[in-house]
């Protein structure tokens, strides 16, 4: 968007911001090939996961599985 005559363009701190964060990610990408992600995030046990219990060995017909401790 061109400024209108007589006034003066004005870049806000998050318009620097955002240049500053794509300059950083390009610097980034040329020293690495592609782009780095930092964030690693760790899978809960807890959360149902099929493949986890094939590898393990676990059939989904285990009565172990369903049974309760307190039977």
């Known amino acids: ?18 240049a500053q964060r794509k300059a950083s990610r390009i610097l980034e990408i040329q020293e690495h090939g ?9 899978k809960s046990k ?3 996961d099929r493949k986890r219990l ?3 060995g676990i059939n989904f017909t285990d009565d ?3 049974s309760s401790k307190g039977k």
């Open 54 to 56: 094939k590898k393990a």
């Open 46 to 48: 807890k959360v149902y």
């Open 64 to 66: 172990l599985l369903f």
């Open 1 to 18: 968007m061109k400024p209108k005559k007589g006034k003066k363009l004005r870049i806000t701190e998050a318009d620097y911001m955002l």
């Open 34 to 42: 592609r782009p780095v992600s930092y964030a690693a995030f760790h």
